[in-house]
């Protein structure tokens, strides 16, 4: 039997790891921070495991091995936004697919960068994608950023759809975990720094490899 397909007026999207390839990002921001110490090698692994911690609001002490954290972020923060705005690239084919989802739904873009709305809106156009966004939503628009609910509440507002007409889409559990709290429709994607294992525990309504498949799954 065929699978039922997913009801949206709105569909609310993430934007690192979601639309955008930011893991070059992580990598600039990485090896930036921990330059401006002293130290040029580090695990491979706390590329990834660095802002995924910083999303929960997680201690990061651990993996800097005596080097002053809030130091630390204040340079990785400016070396990634930095590097999004100079490298950032579109995931495969994320125009086409955001061309197809917008002709089914209005589209927002909700970001947990602590960057001006502007500022996100000018990397868009940069890459041919502002076109598809009715609403940009960053962390300085909002008291409280994903994972609270705040943010997408605002979005479905402002577009005149109600929370439960609309999917969350993003890479990582706070986007799975906004969308929960919010009532909101949750999809996840395989596309970030979040691994099949680590969003199932969040229990989305649907995961994916990439947004490139979610058009198949909508009315």
């Known amino acids: 039997m065929e699978k039922a397909k997913l009801k949206a007026k709105g569909i609310l999207l993430d934007l690192d790891g979601t639309i955008v390839d930011s893991k070059k990002a992580y990598l600039e921001a990485m090896k930036a921070a921990l330059a401006s110490t002293g130290r040029k090698t580090f695990d491979i692994n706390i590329v990834t495991e660095i802002p995924k911690r910083i999303?929960?609001?997680l201690p990061i002490d651990?993996?800097?091995e005596?080097?002053?954290?809030?130091?630390f972020m204040q340079v990785y923060f400016?070396?990634?936004?930095?590097?999004t705005m100079e490298k950032a690239k579109p995931l495969p084919n994320v125009s086409e697919t955001l061309d197809k989802l917008?002709?089914?739904?209005?589209?927002?873009?909700v970001t947990m960068r602590h960057v001006s709305r502007g500022k996100v809106v000018e990397e868009l156009e940069k890459l041919g994608l502002a076109k598809y966004f009715q609403i940009v939503v960053t962390a300085l628009d909002t008291?409280?950023?994903?994972?609270s609910p705040e943010a997408l509440l605002q979005c479905a507002s402002k577009m005149a759809i109600q929370i439960g007409h609309c999917l969350i889409v993003g890479d990582s559990i706070s986007d799975i975990r906004a969308g929960k709290s919010a009532g909101a429709t949750t999809v996840g994607v395989l596309s970030g720094i979040y691994s099949r294992k680590e969003l199932e525990r969040e229990k989305p309504d649907l995961i994916l490899?990439?947004?490139?498949?979610l058009p198949d799954f909508l009315e």
Do not use: H, T, W
């Open 55 to 57: 999303e929960q609001s």
């Open 78 to 83: 400016d070396a990634y936004y930095r590097a």
């Open 143 to 147: 008291r409280f950023p994903k994972p």
């Open 102 to 109: 917008s002709r089914k739904a209005k589209l927002a873009l």
């Open 209 to 213: 490899e990439s947004v490139n498949f």
């Open 66 to 71: 005596g080097i002053d954290s809030g130091e």
């Open 62 to 64: 651990d993996m800097l």
